[in-house]
């Protein structure tokens, strides 16, 4: 598909006049705002994005501080679970998914499945985030862990885990299509719980004839889809629902979302701090592992986002497009993964270790690409 979705661009297009000057104008005037398409969704909260580099290294600081020198501030944060997931964490992705959600137009989204090119890109996404990527995990981690089972087991199983949450984030702040990202969420949500727990169960007991005794129950997979997605999702409908029809949907576009904005990356540089401070000790303490398996994540989340991005460059997708692609191909749903490598193998085990390093080099990974594609798109005049 060579432009966006029907979807986006529902105005006329401005016919040619007898005034070459003003036709001029006009083409500026048309080059200028789809060149503001590819801005942070977050542009208009000012100091808060334009600095959010500056506030994510400094969360992940304050959080590694905070875990190695005040006492007990790790088994504190992992006290409470939910899913899984200790509260702390819940709460950040839960406000940091719902502004977002918010924003996207769920009463237009049933115009998007009459495209033929919609179907072609869930087909392609589908290929990229269920074949591709979890059997380059699978490759890296035997590649670089072909000496630690249990490492590998833990990168396998991050390797499955498709992205549901913060793929919203990296994809608002590259100017990525948001209402595109969440039909994909919510398809690869549904894919989830029906084939994480058989694919697992394949990929460490079949192909990598591991020891280890894997068995997994579709239903942890869908209490984490149902939680980290059913609830903001649910919420955000129903908030977009009402608002509009008790307000006014100019009221709720002007001032309601504008107001609700900022508490998206709140809730990520909360996230953040906690995860960090939660599992800083264990970082610093087991150095060694961290870095054994930093190393094939860095790989694998660079080589899937820039394969994704070249290959709808050269089928000619627009930029907002391409950029979703990318990031979901590229993130990975460290919740369910962690909720898993947790209840099978235990809280202390190398694959929860494993696990929870996943998003430790996420977040720094997918922001710094969050930056690049921007400029890539500036420097190639990606259209959309």
């Known amino acids: 598909m060579s432009s966006d979705t029907k979807y986006e661009n529902t105005e006329p297009k401005k016919l040619p006049s007898n005034n070459p000057m003003k036709d001029l104008e006009i083409q500026r005037e048309d080059e200028t705002e789809r060149e503001n398409t590819k801005q942070s969704a977050f542009k208009n909260l000012g100091w808060l994005d334009r600095f959010l580099a500056v506030w994510i290294f400094l969360a992940m600081a304050i959080g590694i501080i905070l875990g190695n020198f005040v006492e007990n501030t790790g088994p ?23 502004p977002i959600l918010c924003k996207v137009r769920f009463e237009c989204l ?89 694919m697992a169960i394949f990929f460490i007991q079949v192909i990598s004839h591991s020891g280890s005794h894997v068995t997994l ?48 990356l709140i809730g990520l540089l909360f996230t953040i701090l906690v995860l960090f401070a939660s599992q800083g000790h264990q970082v610093v303490h087991q150095i060694v592992s961290v870095i054994r398996v930093a190393a094939p994540l860095i790989v694998y989340f660079i080589v899937v986002f820039f394969a994704t991005l070249l290959i709808a460059y050269k089928f000619g997708f627009g930029y907002k497009l391409a950029s979703t692609q990318s990031f979901t191909a590229a993130s990975n749903n460290f919740e369910l993964a962690i909720a898993v490598a947790v209840a099978t193998f235990g809280a202390n085990s190398n694959q929860a270790l494993a696990a929870t390093v996943g998003p430790l080099i996420e977040v720094p ?17 990606w259209k959309d």
Not at 76 to 97: C, D, E, H, N, T
Not at 121 to 130: A, E, G, K, V
């Open 110 to 198: 049933h115009h998007v499945f009459r495209d033929r090119g919609v179907w072609i890109q869930i087909i392609f996404s589908i290929i990229l985030n269920w074949i591709v990527a979890p059997f380059l995990m699978l490759a890296l981690a035997w590649a670089f862990l072909p000496d630690e089972p249990e490492l590998r087991e833990g990168l396998i199983l991050v390797g499955l885990a498709r992205c549901i949450a913060m793929v919203l984030i990296w994809t608002s702040l590259a100017g990525g299509d948001g209402e595109y990202c969440a039909i994909l969420v919510a398809i690869n949500s549904l894919l989830q719980m029906v084939l994480f727990a058989p």
């Open 217 to 264: 129950s579709y239903s942890i997979a869908a209490k984490s889809v149902a939680v980290f997605l059913g609830i903001p999702l649910g919420a955000a409908i129903l908030t977009r629902v009402v608002l509009r029809n008790v307000a006014s949907p100019q009221w709720y576009d002007q001032v309601f979302l504008k107001w609700a904005g900022p508490w998206s």
């Open 76 to 98: 504190a944060l992992q006290k409470g679970k939910f899913v899984g997931v200790s509260i702390p964490i819940a709460i950040g992705l839960l406000v940091m998914m719902y």
């Open 365 to 381: 990974v997918l922001l710094g690409l969050v930056y690049v594609v921007k400029l890539i798109a500036k420097r190639l005049e």
